[in-house]
């Protein structure tokens, strides 16, 4: 056999060769491959599972329309009450005079205080914390309005503040808004009150 044949027997061997690697590289790759038809559905129900529901979607909606008509008339609030307080507040840390029925000293604590704008409020929440050393109590009362010269006033009762705080928070806030007047104030021994200081702002 001359070298030109031999030659070709060796080109075609290498050619057969290579074919043959090809072959099984494909029938490797396709057996370790997930089928195209299957990788679609799984994307589509990824990208299923990704949707929210419409109600869910409305949902978010109406609550992002609502936080923003809450700021808005916060804003108005904060321009319309900037300069709106607490009048006359009073803390009652005890009234030693009274008697149950049983002859028991009754002590009563309260929190009390007037606005002091002269026409009143729209519908509100009065909140007052009382803050002992380690121990905190809230109460709140809701008003359909808050008249010029009406008293506001927390007794949460003896079962439930059953501690003399050393600080008071009164808060007034508004349903639709997100404006909030607040004052704190220290509690001395006999119940005194002195501001420390107060903040009407948007949360």
């Given at each position: 056999?001359?070298?030109?044949?031999?030659?070709?027997?060796?080109?075609?061997?290498?050619?057969?060769?290579?074919?043959?690697?090809?072959?099984?590289?494909?029938?490797?790759?396709?057996?370790?491959?997930?089928?195209?038809?299957?990788?679609?559905?799984?994307?589509?129900?990824?990208?299923?599972?990704?949707?929210?529901?419409?109600?869910?979607?409305?949902?978010?909606?109406?609550?992002?329309?609502?936080?923003?008509?809450?700021i808005e008339?916060?804003?108005?609030?904060?321009?319309?009450?900037?300069?709106?307080?607490?009048?006359?507040?009073?803390?009652?840390?005890?009234?030693?005079?009274?008697?149950?029925?049983?002859?028991?000293?009754?002590?009563?604590?309260?929190?009390?205080?007037?606005?002091?704008?002269?026409?009143?409020?729209?519908?509100?929440?009065?909140?007052?914390t009382f803050?002992?050393?380690?121990?905190?109590?809230?109460?709140?009362?809701?008003?359909?309005?808050?008249?010029?010269?009406?008293?506001?006033?927390?007794?949460?009762?003896?079962?439930?503040?059953?501690f003399e705080?050393?600080?008071?928070?009164?808060?007034?806030?508004?349903?639709?808004?997100?404006?909030?007047?607040?004052?704190?104030?220290?509690?001395?021994?006999?119940?005194?009150?002195?501001?420390?200081?107060?903040?009407?702002?948007?949360?």
């Amino acid at each position: 056999m001359d070298k030109n044949a031999k030659g070709c027997i060796v080109i075609v061997i290498v050619i057969l060769a290579v074919i043959v690697i090809v072959i099984l590289d494909d029938d490797n790759g396709e057996s370790g491959k997930t089928p195209s038809h299957v990788v679609q559905h799984d994307e589509i129900r990824d990208i299923r599972s990704k949707i929210k529901p419409a109600h869910e979607i409305w949902s978010e909606y109406e609550r992002l329309i609502s936080d923003v008509a809450k700021i808005e008339r916060g804003r108005e609030h904060l321009q319309r009450f900037q300069d709106v307080g607490f009048a006359n507040p009073q803390y009652q840390p005890r009234v030693s005079d009274m008697l149950s029925a049983a002859g028991i000293r009754v002590y009563t604590r309260y929190f009390r205080a007037s606005i002091t704008e002269h026409l009143g409020l729209p519908a509100c929440r009065f909140t007052v914390t009382f803050r002992g050393e380690n121990q905190e109590f809230t109460e709140y009362d809701d008003f359909q309005g808050w008249a010029g010269g009406q008293e506001g006033t927390i007794e949460p009762g003896n079962q439930k503040l059953t501690f003399e705080p050393i600080e008071i928070i009164a808060e007034i806030s508004f349903p639709d808004s997100t404006f909030f007047i607040r004052e704190t104030f220290d509690v001395d021994a006999q119940g005194k009150l002195r501001s420390r200081g107060i903040i009407r702002q948007l949360r």
